[in-house]
């Protein structure tokens, strides 16, 4: 998924979305070239599709007045037809061979080995051998690779249910067929399993409009423009659009070659490989062939929804990782001399015993990830090695690939702040409104700047670029340091967010810069050539203030303030100071590692109760910190921790109050206003994320807090017959009918009064009420959240947290004693 730089982008310059081209389509008639063919057309005239067309109208007649089987012909209705006989072959090379035309069943092409393997099973009891050796003699006879139908069978079972484990099972066993049965397939499948082509960092684009997809459709599916809309009127999505068409063609001219992972993956990469003059039809031959060779709906659907880059299957990368680790607890390629686990002997554990072996592998596989995100190298390791301590080594950090950056967790103000680190030394430091950078320079002086999403932005930066040989002290030949890169004016007083906008994004020149910059350093994580990630948070940043030469106004430290709980009056100060100079806020962070003594102390924090002030903001999952037995958190480290939400980060912005906490919302459509508002959207749905699911679920309208000019605007963006305007979505859960369905692409920061339960909206229906959604009571606008992507949105698992704070605080208040 693109990140928001990316996605800014493409706003700017708008590609044509799908959508937008069968909405476009509506005032056109229908082409010539689309329409029957007239009777008085010859068959030289005709194309090859539209004789066959005739010749089979012709033979189905002859069939009817003759009462008997014509065996050159085989015959395939829209409902679904018998596979070909086995003398069909025969007849078919017959009429080859006399100049007559042949058809071959469009049902009748589809790999129907693959698509019976149970992948939806227990792993600890899924045969994965049988289905590899069954597979592998199949695929021998078809060039030797995977079959992409095989990977559609792990999508369709991963797309019919909402569970995490099965879709984590699912994942795990076709991972492990392709482990034993064709190893080389397993890195292309990952990247299409994640939706993905590339590392973040070298992020390719498909940089497909929804004409070169449409066009497709035509072409392959023989649909014309209007049914071609009356189908994604109807469906809302592309992909289920090609899985209709795909059921619809009786038949196609000649039997496809099987997709294979490889070739799919392969496709993908020359489309987003192809550049300049003529590049556009070279895409369109591409798309045109994938379709083409598609061999069943199923698979029309995800290569169609792989194309758009929407897959719909909940994979997201903390499952694949997850299911990377188990895959290969359990399996290894032919000839690998690591271990792998038993499945009977895994079976006949408990269920703690045997989620603690889990966790140990998905931890391993995770925090390699976490430093060096690319399948690229990670999986290639994995097939040789396993999962093992080996593959933090070969898969850890390195310069010029950015490891994710570690997070912070949201506090609601400073008093919950300095209760939670109580009996701690930290700092405060200024939480400036900028960008987040991540600066890598190696021994021969190469630069690379990395943001927080892992873009690369040096080109974006070559005035950073140009610093690092004078802020390089003497003895320092490589490093890796983080930074936030703030717009300053000419005397160095800070800008804001959006001034840093306005900078170009590449082929920046030193002497055309018109917007100054300073980056104010706040870690270091490498230095000549050693991690240290896991140094104390005082150690590493006393090497960054030592080895480092300031430059004013280009280059220095964050503004920081070293305290203790007990300096309460003198941590508000230094925040009062921090929003008054154009910060968002404060960061806090745990400065040395303190461990707890027999879980007791004042660090010693009670996790059973999530309602006090000492409970994790974020679920486990999202990173939260770890709890040993009995409840008692472990000890706050200040260590850095890549990709990871923890306590020894705490975040206090100035947007932040006691009353309510703010979400990252996503407008996904809007009613016509009333009155004053009837020329603007008013009020607009919003959503959350499922990460379960990939979907979006309504969580409430928002009418507070826009201005008339951003309500202009807004109406500007999603004017009615744009891009930016859709049919009804099938990712977005809610039973309302809005006006108007919104391309989601934006995120909302918006503050609210309370949580509560709603018979309305979907949100995180589940996870506290079986028949009821969680909506919000008086929520109002705050801003855009213009360095968010929508993947980085608030979650339905996160709304639920917080309800189930307040529900918490509620009780305590209740049962509080009277002062």
């Known amino acids: 998924m693109s990140s928001p730089a990316k996605k800014r982008k493409r706003d700017a310059h708008p590609t044509r979305s799908i959508a937008s081209f069968f909405q476009g389509q509506t005032a056109k008639k229908v082409e010539v070239a689309e329409q029957p063919s007239h009777p008085e057309d010859t068959d030289q005239n005709l194309s090859d599709e539209a004789l066959a067309r005739k010749l089979q109208a012709e033979w189905n007649d002859e069939h009817e007045a003759e009462s008997t089987a014509s065996a050159s012909v085989i015959r395939s209705e829209p409902s679904g037809a018998a596979s070909p006989h086995a003398d069909s072959d025969r007849e078919q090379k017959k009429a080859r061979a006399q100049g007559v035309l042949s058809l071959q069943s469009s049902t009748g092409t589809e790999d129907t080995i693959s698509l019976s393997v149970p992948f939806d099973h227990n792993p600890l009891v899924f045969n994965s051998r049988k289905y590899a050796e069954e597979l592998r003699a199949q695929w021998s006879a078809q060039g030797g690779n995977a079959s992409y139908a095989l990977l559609t069978r792990a999508f369709v079972l991963a797309n019919a249910t909402t569970s995490r484990i099965k879709i984590v099972d699912t994942l795990v066993n076709f991972l492990r067929v392709l482990i034993e049965g064709d190893p080389s397939s397993v890195l292309p499948a990952v990247w299409l399993a994640t939706n993905s082509i590339s590392p973040p960092y070298h992020e390719l684009e498909l940089g497909l409009g929804g004409s070169s997809i449409s066009k497709a459709f035509k072409k392959i599916y023989g649909l014309n423009s209007q049914g071609l809309k009356t189908l994604y009127d109807r469906l809302g999505d592309a992909g289920d659009v090609a899985f209709e068409a795909k059921k619809r063609q009786s038949f196609t001219l000649i039997k496809p070659k099987p997709l294979s992972i490889k070739s799919v993956y392969q496709s993908l990469r020359k489309i987003a490989m192809s550049k300049g003059s003529g590049s556009q039809e070279a895409k369109q031959r591409i798309v045109e062939k994938l379709l083409q060779d598609t061999r069943g709906a199923e698979e029309s659907r995800y290569v169609v929804r792989t194309l758009v880059q929407n897959l719909r ?427 108007v369905w919104f391309e989601p692409q934006e995120v909302w920061e918006t503050a609210f009064a309370d949580i509560t339960l709603s018979p309305t909206y979907p949100a995180a229906i589940g996870l506290v009420s079986d028949e009821r959604g969680l909506s919000l009571r008086f929520p109002r606008f705050l801003k855009v959240r213009e360095d968010k992507s929508i993947d980085e949105a608030s979650t339905s698992d996160y709304l639920a947290l917080l309800y189930r704070k307040q529900s918490e605080r509620a009780r305590d208040a209740e049962g509080a004693d009277p002062v």
């Not at 499945?343 to 998905?362: G, V």
């Not at 906008?501 to 002497?511: D, F, I, M, P, S």
């Not at 010693?604 to 999530?610: L, R, Y």
Request: charged letters at 25%.
């Open 313 to 739: 299957i909940g994979a997201v990368k903390t499952t694949m990782l997850i299911a990377l680790a188990r895959a290969f607890l359990l399996s290894k390629p032919d000839g690998a001399s690591f271990a792998v686990r038993r499945q009977e002997d895994l079976a006949r554990l408990k269920k703690e015993e045997l989620t603690e072996i889990y966790s140990n592998a998905e931890e391993l596989v995770k925090a390699s990830y976490a430093r060096h995100p690319s399948y690229d190298d990670i999986v290639p390791c994995l097939l040789e090695i396993g999962v093992s301590e080996e593959l933090l080594l070969r898969c850890g950090l390195q310069l010029h690939i950015p490891l994710m950056p570690m997070l912070g967790s949201i506090t609601r103000d400073l008093s919950e702040m300095l209760t939670k680190l109580q009996g701690r030394d930290f700092t405060c430091e200024f939480k400036y409104d900028g960008q987040r950078a991540q600066v890598h320079c190696d021994e021969t002086g190469k630069v690379s700047i990395f943001s927080r999403h892992l873009e690369q932005m040096t080109e974006k930066y070559p005035d950073l670029v140009s610093l690092v040989p004078q802020i390089r002290g003497e003895g320092v030949s490589s490093f890796i340091l983080e930074g936030e890169v703030v717009a300053v004016d000419l005397i160095g007083e800070l800008q804001t967010f959006q001034t840093l906008t306005n900078r170009a994004k590449k082929n920046v020149e030193l002497g055309e810069i018109k917007i100054n910059v300073c980056l104010f350093a706040f870690d270091l994580m490498y230095l000549n050539g050693t991690p240290l990630l896991d140094r104390p948070l005082r150690e590493r940043r006393g090497l960054l203030r030592s080895l480092f030469v300031e430059i004013p106004n280009r280059f220095t430290w964050v503004k920081s303030l070293d305290a203790t709980s007990a300096d309460s009056d003198t941590v508000l100060d230094f925040f009062k100071d921090a929003t008054e100079k154009k910060c968002e806020g404060i960061m806090v962070k745990v400065l040395d590692n303190a461990p707890v003594a027999n879980g007791t102390g004042p660090l010693a924090i009670n996790t059973m109760n999530p309602s006090t002030p000492n409970s994790p903001n974020t679920p486990a999952e999202a990173g939260g910190s770890k709890t040993s037995k009995g409840g008692r958190r472990k000890a706050l480290l200040s260590s850095y921790e890549p990709d990871k939400r923890l306590e020894s980060w705490l975040k206090v912005k100035k947007d932040y109050s006691a009353s309510s906490e703010t979400l990252d919302l996503i407008p996904v459509a809007g009613w016509h206003g009333s009155g004053r508002k009837a020329k603007w959207w008013s009020p607009i749905l919003l959503a959350v994320r499922n990460p379960e699911t990939g979907g979006l679920q309504a969580v409430t309208k928002c009418m507070s807090g826009f201005s008339d000019k951003f309500y202009q605007a807004n109406k500007d963006k999603y004017e009615e017959a744009t891009p930016n305007v859709i049919s009804r979505p099938s990712y977005v859960e809610y039973n309302g009918e809005p006006d």
